[in-house]
């Protein structure tokens, strides 16, 4: 059992077996045939999926618009059903008996994967800034929510001309509530604005955004057992029974969830593997979301009240990372399966059209009217609520999943349900450009200065990115040792680490030579104390190492064994790069001859920076081989590529050699700093191909650049024999 939990992919096949299972009715022949049929649609849509993924991910835009786009292509409106070689109705054959166009049990994989979804959104939930920010937060959430839920009940209560408690309504109306804050997440990333007064407003408005749609969500799934059109007052009275249910089954399970997930999540520490701890996490949120549903609510619901518990805990970064591999491959699949739902026959109707258009700019009109009017009164002035009315616009993955809930259930038509596809796919278009455009301006948002939660910042500069490297590992390690869990984030050329136990947060940046923790007032002492023993242990690290170095033993190793050369060389050298007589008489004069050469063929963008970090390798230790070799390398950004220039001293150069002897065959290497490439191959070969007298002896007898060229080439042939 414990080897089983252990993998996700094991999980994940399990995942992928239980719609199979469910078709009982089959003989063992097509239950295998329906197998075949599953994993070839499963494999066109992961094709799909990471196609439109590259594509749109390439111009810019966001990657749920590309997987949405291709489901539509390849779905059976489309592509799908055009007969195919052993698909006589098409790969994905239209399913006109059916209140959705694909097979069940892909829409039952697709709904799965918006379990996860949700789980990981509820995962994603951040308690503290939703407390922090909870007055501008929630007063902006339910500004928005409440104009766009009315503003889209009443379009679709016109467009179909009905009352406003018809359920196909009010699916309308909480569609147009959601937010992708993902999206808009991304803008403020780039524009380094998450931390602004209005980013952290949005942030947490799309909190209070996601809650109050499941809420209401909840409500519209109840109100699905009362007769379209209902409007006396037995009709409102039963509105006013559902709610309430609604409500109070959410909000039970969520303050249950909440109040046990501390304890739980200490349960779950006890199984000490990550994977474990993640797979019975989502376990539990599947049995939630199943119990959700058989209760006449969405399972959705219950996903997201399992991940919003867990997300006060220390363990949400952990489990989403371990989960990541069955979240990347399970949930594009379902963007994919949303698109395929979309009647593109029809979508381009004069009517579906019309509406869509309503639709759309009404939910437009609603999420910027609804969240700037609230933050006007909130010390944000015109610009800064506007920046947040943009902010709040795009639709993503929870309008998708409301939607597809709709027209699964008979909701919503397919019309409708085109219309809202429409109304996400321009709201998500539209709302990037337009927040980035207005973060553009340096312009203040707020009327006044805007109060934002105190913390530390401790800087810690190492000078060197090698050791500064080398200690972030070390820390990690520490932290971990401490009880914390650590939560990787490489942003732009940094890495930022964040590290939670309990109530303690501490987000740790690792750029260049620098380390700077962020935290809050009481936790710097801590911080400092496990810098400076880990600091301590490096140091003693670095004094044994000394210890052990020998240089007399190991220089000696590379001259004097054996090795494999393969085709490096071959491609590296560079007949112009190849002085038969150096001229120089000291070792420093020696290598700036041999950098010049690189730097007069264009090798080189910084020679003085090259001949730097060249002179410093030097001082460290010594290049000088034995037996006349002398192997002066260094890593920097001076290269893009590696470097090399061999060098011939026919009276010989003092390199402080290990044996003493004066250094005749002397090759200079230059790598990338940052690049990983054949650095350490290429000085093994090198003192592979010299590893005997007559190989040194013919070197030393060559006279001209063609020559020694001539050897490596020919050495590298014998080898290969």
Same mark, same amino acid.
């Given at each position: 059992?414990?080897?089983?939990?252990?993998?996700?992919?094991?999980?994940?096949?399990?995942?992928?077996?239980?719609?199979?299972?469910?078709?009982?009715?089959?003989?063992?022949?097509?239950?295998?045939?329906?197998?075949?049929?599953?994993?070839?649609?499963?494999?066109?849509?992961?094709?799909?999926?990471?196609?439109?993924?590259?594509?749109?991910?390439?111009?810019?835009?966001?990657?749920?618009?590309?997987?949405?786009?291709?489901?539509?292509?390849?779905?059976?409106?489309?592509?799908?059903?055009?007969?195919?070689?052993?698909?006589?109705?098409?790969?994905?054959?239209?399913?006109?008996?059916?209140?959705?166009?694909?097979?069940?049990?892909?829409?039952?994989?697709?709904?799965?994967?918006?379990?996860?979804?949700?789980?990981?959104? /509820?995962?994603?939930?951040?308690?503290?800034?939703?407390?922090?920010?909870?007055?501008?937060?929630?007063?902006?959430?339910?500004?928005?929510?409440?104009?766009?839920?009315?503003?889209?009940?009443?379009?679709?209560?016109?467009?179909?001309?009905?009352?406003?408690?018809?359920?196909?309504?009010?699916?309308?109306?909480?569609?147009?509530?959601?937010?992708?804050?993902?999206?808009?997440?991304?803008?403020?990333?780039?524009?380094?604005?998450?931390?602004?007064?209005?980013?952290?407003?949005?942030?947490?408005?799309?909190?209070?955004?996601?809650?109050?749609?499941?809420?209401?969500?909840?409500?519209?799934?109840?109100?699905?057992?009362?007769?379209?059109?209902?409007?006396?007052?037995?009709?409102?009275?039963?509105?006013?029974?559902? &709610?309430?249910?609604?409500?109070?089954?959410?909000?039970?399970?969520?303050?249950?969830?909440?109040?046990?997930?501390?304890?739980?999540?200490?349960?779950?520490?006890?199984?000490?593997?990550?994977?474990?701890?993640?797979?019975?996490?989502?376990?539990?949120?599947?049995?939630?979301?199943?119990?959700?549903?058989? &209760?006449?609510?969405?399972?959705?619901?219950?996903?997201?009240?399992?991940?919003?518990?867990?997300?006060?805990?220390?363990?949400?970064?952990?489990?989403?990372?371990?989960?990541?591999?069955?979240?990347?491959?399970?949930?594009?699949?379902?963007?994919?399966?949303?698109?395929?739902?979309?009647?593109?026959?029809?979508?381009?109707?004069?009517?579906?059209?019309?509406?869509?258009?309503?639709?759309?700019?009404?939910?437009?009109?609603?999420?910027?009217?609804?969240?700037?009017?609230?933050?006007?009164?909130?010390?944000?002035?015109?610009?800064?609520?506007?920046?947040?009315?943009?902010?709040?616009?795009?639709?993503?993955?929870?309008?998708?999943?409301?939607?597809?809930?709709?027209?699964?259930?008979?909701?919503?038509?397919?019309?409708?349900?085109?219309?809202?596809?429409?109304?996400?796919?321009?709201?998500?278009?539209?709302?990037?450009?337009?927040?980035?455009?207005?973060?553009?301006?340096?312009?203040?948002?707020?009327?006044?200065?805007?109060?934002?939660?105190?913390?530390?910042?401790?800087?810690?500069?190492?000078?060197?990115?090698?050791?500064?490297?080398?200690?972030?590992?070390?820390?990690?390690?520490?932290?971990?040792?401490?009880?914390?869990?650590?939560?990787?984030?490489?942003?732009?050329?940094?890495?930022?680490?964040?590290?939670?136990?309990?109530?303690?947060?501490?987000?740790?940046?690792?750029?260049?030579?620098?380390?700077?923790?962020?935290?809050?007032?009481?936790?710097?002492?801590?911080?400092?104390?496990?810098?400076?023993?880990?600091?301590?242990?490096?140091?003693?690290?670095?004094?044994?190492?000394?210890?052990?170095?020998?240089?007399?033993?190991?220089?000696?190793?590379?001259?004097d064994q054996t090795g494999r050369s393969g085709q490096d060389i071959r491609r590296i050298i560079d007949t112009r790069c190849i002085l038969p007589h150096v001229k120089?008489?000291?070792?420093?004069?020696?290598?700036?001859?041999?950098?010049?050469?690189?730097?007069?063929?264009?090798?080189?963008?910084?020679?003085?920076?090259?001949?730097?970090?060249?002179?410093?390798?030097?001082?460290?230790?010594?290049?000088?081989?034995?037996?006349?070799?002398?192997?002066?390398?260094?890593?920097?950004?001076?290269?893009?590529?590696?470097?090399?220039?061999?060098?011939?001293?026919?009276?010989?150069?003092?390199?402080?050699?290990?044996?003493?002897?004066?250094?005749?065959?002397?090759?200079?290497?230059?790598?990338?700093?940052?690049?990983? /490439?054949?650095?350490?191959?290429?000085?093994?070969?090198?003192?592979?191909?010299?590893?005997?007298?007559?190989?040194?002896?013919?070197?030393?007898?060559?006279?001209?650049?063609?020559?020694?060229?001539?050897?490596?080439?020919?050495?590298?042939?014998?080898?290969?024999?």
């Amino acid at each position: 059992m414990k080897n089983f939990i252990s993998k996700p992919f094991f999980y994940l096949l399990l995942v992928f077996c239980i719609p199979l299972f469910a078709a009982t009715g089959h003989s063992s022949d097509n239950l295998i045939d329906l197998i075949a049929s599953l994993s070839i649609q499963l494999g066109i849509i992961t094709i799909a999926a990471g196609a439109g993924h590259l594509l749109f991910d390439k111009i810019h835009l966001p990657s749920v618009l590309g997987e949405l786009l291709l489901g539509m292509l390849i779905g059976p409106y489309l592509l799908g059903s055009i007969p195919f070689f052993g698909f006589p109705e098409g790969i994905f054959p239209l399913l006109t008996n059916s209140t959705i166009p694909v097979s069940p049990y892909l829409y039952s994989i697709a709904s799965l994967a918006s379990i996860i979804l949700l789980f990981y959104t /509820g995962l994603e939930t951040d308690f503290s800034l939703l407390i922090r920010y909870s007055v501008t937060g929630i007063a902006v959430g339910i500004s928005g929510v409440v104009f766009s839920f009315a503003g889209g009940t009443l379009a679709g209560s016109y467009f179909l001309q009905t009352s406003f408690f018809d359920p196909r309504a009010l699916f309308l109306g909480v569609i147009s509530t959601a937010t992708s804050v993902g999206i808009t997440a991304r803008i403020l990333s780039e524009k380094h604005k998450l931390d602004s007064p209005e980013g952290v407003t949005i942030l947490a408005g799309a909190v209070i955004d996601d809650v109050l749609g499941i809420i209401i969500l909840a409500v519209v799934s109840g109100l699905s057992a009362i007769a379209p059109g209902t409007t006396g007052s037995s009709g409102l009275h039963g509105v006013q029974n559902v &709610a309430l249910k609604a409500i109070g089954v959410w909000l039970g399970f969520t303050v249950f969830g909440i109040l046990i997930a501390r304890p739980f999540s200490h349960v779950l520490k006890k199984l000490h593997s990550f994977s474990s701890i993640s797979v019975f996490s989502l376990g539990i949120a599947f049995i939630l979301a199943g119990i959700f549903e058989k &209760a006449g609510l969405a399972m959705i619901i219950g996903a997201y009240i399992s991940g919003l518990s867990l997300s006060r805990t220390d363990l949400n970064d952990t489990i989403r990372d371990a989960l990541e591999t069955v979240y990347v491959f399970l949930v594009p699949i379902f963007f994919v399966v949303m698109g395929m739902l979309v009647n593109t026959r029809s979508l381009f109707s004069p009517q579906v059209l019309y509406f869509g258009l309503i639709y759309t700019i009404i939910a437009l009109v609603a999420k910027i009217a609804g969240c700037g009017f609230a933050a006007l009164f909130l010390n944000f002035n015109t610009l800064g609520a506007l920046r947040i009315g943009i902010g709040m616009v795009p639709r993503g993955e929870v309008a998708l999943i409301i939607a597809g809930i709709g027209l699964s259930g008979g909701l919503i038509s397919e019309d409708l349900f085109s219309s809202a596809i429409m109304m996400t796919l321009v709201t998500t278009i539209l709302a990037p450009p337009l927040l980035s455009k207005l973060f553009s301006s340096s312009k203040r948002g707020t009327k006044t200065d805007f109060l934002s939660r105190e913390t530390i910042s401790t800087v810690f500069d190492f000078s060197s990115l090698e050791l500064n490297d080398l200690l972030t590992t070390k820390l990690i390690q520490a932290f971990r040792y401490e009880g914390f869990y650590v939560h990787s984030m490489p942003i732009d050329s940094s890495n930022v680490y964040q590290l939670k136990r309990d109530d303690i947060i501490i987000t740790m940046t690792s750029s260049d030579t620098v380390l700077d923790f962020r935290t809050d007032k009481q936790d710097v002492i801590f911080v400092k104390t496990i810098v400076y023993e880990t600091l301590l242990q490096v140091n003693d690290i670095i004094n044994r190492v000394k210890d052990l170095i020998r240089p007399e033993v190991f220089l000696k190793g590379l001259t004097d064994q054996t090795g494999r050369s393969g085709q490096d060389i071959r491609r590296i050298i560079d007949t112009r790069c190849i002085l038969p007589h150096v001229k120089s008489k000291t070792k420093k004069e020696a290598i700036e001859e041999l950098l010049n050469n690189l730097h007069k063929n264009g090798f080189i963008k910084n020679r003085e920076a090259a001949l730097d970090a060249v002179l410093k390798r030097e001082e460290s230790m010594s290049t000088g081989m034995q037996y006349g070799i002398a192997l002066p390398h260094a890593k920097t950004d001076a290269v893009d590529r590696i470097r090399v220039v061999i060098g011939l001293s026919r009276e010989g150069i003092d390199f402080n050699s290990l044996d003493g002897e004066l250094s005749k065959i002397i090759v200079l290497i230059l790598s990338p700093l940052n690049v990983s /490439g054949p650095h350490i191959r290429f000085l093994a070969s090198i003192s592979a191909l010299l590893n005997s007298s007559e190989s040194r002896e013919q070197l030393l007898s060559c006279r001209n650049s063609a020559e020694i060229y001539r050897f490596f080439r020919e050495q590298l042939r014998k080898e290969q024999k």
